[in-house]
């Protein structure tokens, strides 16, 4: 058995020595007895338990390249056994290439899990390293010290990345575990444990304003913040003697900060049927007539629309209107107010409307759906298009509201207005513009609908389509007059 002793602290190219050594002279991981300085006291580096430096190369052996990385963070482990584990894998992967890929194997878990644990100590050191300010000599560079406690030896590994981030100023970062240090244009490592470092400056009061600040009680979750910045590495964050405090007052600074919290309104719609509930029920309309029809379809629940709906918005105008336009449902203002068209799309309506001459009380304006279909987001309801089945649910009431008014016109406003009224999807381009003759001597005309035209982003676009949706309402003016 040969008996080697290691300064071990992270060193990968003295094991990497060793273990060529040994490899290159056939022996056997059961043959050598690895062994830790830091945790042999008395015991100098064995040289002499090694055999020749294989200098030409002969004998050695090769490993993939993952192995590599994997052995060079290992090697960063405070294990002692971690050494030998090493040694054994290197023997191992002679005879089969693919052992790191077997992750039920004993040693490469055993390995893999080494890895990890440096990984993640090499991340907390950059997470919790903090640096305190000392006094500098006029003019020259500021200088800092910080000080960590890292479970393993990752100092050499981590101070590249300190050298990059900050690499304007001096630095020492001291651990029990070896340093480094920085001064502009030399990186010095030393494997030397440090003593602790007496400092305390004005950062420490930053940090722990800085922490302070950004604690939200309403997102406290106890296990999550300690596993992120676990209990060990409090002792040196100068912000961690307020993590208890903050804790403990979490509940209350909740439960303030939800008092303070402006409250949400009712939703309108709730408002509004609270309202609409204590008014009287209106005397029943004489049956078969358009106010019978809109009392009975104030109670439809056919399709689910209704729950979520205000109200059920039912067509507008004179029993005997010579027109009716046919939109989709009711948007967000109009399933407030229970009346169509009195939104933003009414409004280009309106407006079209007007100008070609048509008075909008001669007309009798409904939708092919008569419940506002959306979906919350925040406090807003975002329209939602009704779906095929939705719109046949309420063709039974345009179809009774057109049975009632018995129109010389009907103007489908969009392709929903349009399926609604033929039962069948069609393209409204091709029928756009010109009357179509329907049963009964009615006459159908096919237009885009007004909320279409505020879509449109191009503002140029934009007026193009809304001129072609006026000259639609002058033509419609024309078939009537
Ligand atoms: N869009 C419609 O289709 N109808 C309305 O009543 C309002 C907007």
């Known amino acids: 058995m040969r008996r080697v002793v290691l300064e071990g602290r992270g060193n990968f190219e003295e094991w990497r020595r060793a273990a060529r050594a040994f490899a290159a002279a056939g022996i056997l991981p059961d043959e050598i007895d690895w062994h830790e300085k830091s945790r042999e006291p008395g015991f100098a580096f064995q040289r002499d338990a090694l055999p020749p430096d294989p200098s030409a190369g002969a004998g050695q052996m090769s490993v993939p390249a993952d192995f590599m990385a994997l052995a060079e963070a290992v090697i960063c482990h405070s294990d002692p056994r971690r050494f030998s584990l090493l040694y054994s894998l290197l023997w191992r992967l002679q005879e089969n290439r693919d052992l790191l890929d077997l992750a039920s194997d004993e040693e490469v878990s055993r390995a893999r899990l080494m890895q990890k644990s440096v990984h993640r100590d090499a991340h907390k050191m950059t997470a919790f390293v903090r640096f305190k300010e000392l006094a500098a000599p006029a003019g020259g560079r500021r200088k800092f010290i910080a000080w960590f406690e890292p479970d393993h030896y990752i100092v050499a590994r981590k101070a590249p990345f300190f050298q990059r981030r900050f690499t304007d100023m001096d630095w020492l970062i001291a651990t029990p575990k070896g340093s480094a240090a920085w001064d502009g244009e030399r990186l010095t490592l030393s494997s030397a444990p440090c003593e602790k470092p007496d400092i305390s400056d004005a950062t420490d009061d930053l940090w722990r304003i800085y922490y302070a600040s950004i604690f939200n009680p309403a997102r406290l979750k106890v296990k999550a913040m300690q596993a992120e910045m676990p209990k060990k590495y409090w002792k040196n964050l100068p912000e961690a003697d307020l993590i208890p405090g903050l804790i403990a ?106 100008q070609a001459g048509i008075n909008r009380s001669r007309l009798y304006i409904t939708n092919a ?113």
Not at 273 to 295: C, D, H, N, S, V
Not at 416 to 427: M, N
């Open 249 to 354: 007052d979490a509940e209350a600074k909740m439960l303030s900060m939800a008092e303070r919290e402006a409250t949400t309104p009712l939703p309108y719609h709730r408002r509004i049927q609270e309202a609409a509930a204590r008014i009287p029920a209106p005397k029943l309309a004489p049956a078969g007539t358009l106010e019978a029809l809109r009392q009975e379809a104030a109670t439809c629940s056919q399709c689910p629309l209704h729950a979520k709906a205000t109200q059920t918005v039912f067509g507008e105008g004179p029993a005997d209107a010579e027109i009716v336009f046919v939109g989709e449902q009711p948007g967000d203002q109009e399933d407030l107010a229970g009346r169509p068209f009195v939104g933003p799309a009414g409004k280009v309506f309106d407006e079209a409307i007007a």
């Open 369 to 481: 759906v008569k419940h506002f279909k959306y979906e919350p987001r925040g406090k807003r309801r975002i329209h939602q298009k009704p779906n095929l089945g939705e719109v046949q649910h309420c063709r039974w009431w345009l179809k009774r509201e057109l049975d009632l008014i018995k129109p010389k016109l009907i103007v489908a406003m969009g392709a929903t207005a349009l399926y609604s009224l033929t039962g069948e999807k069609q393209k409204l381009e091709g029928l756009r513009g010109r009357p179509i003759a329907m049963e009964e001597g009615r006459l159908l005309f096919v237009t885009v609908h007004p909320s279409y035209l505020l879509r449109i982003p191009d503002e140029q676009r934009k007026a193009q389509e809304l001129a072609r949706f006026r000259q639609d309402m002058n033509l419609i003016r024309g078939l009537t007059a």
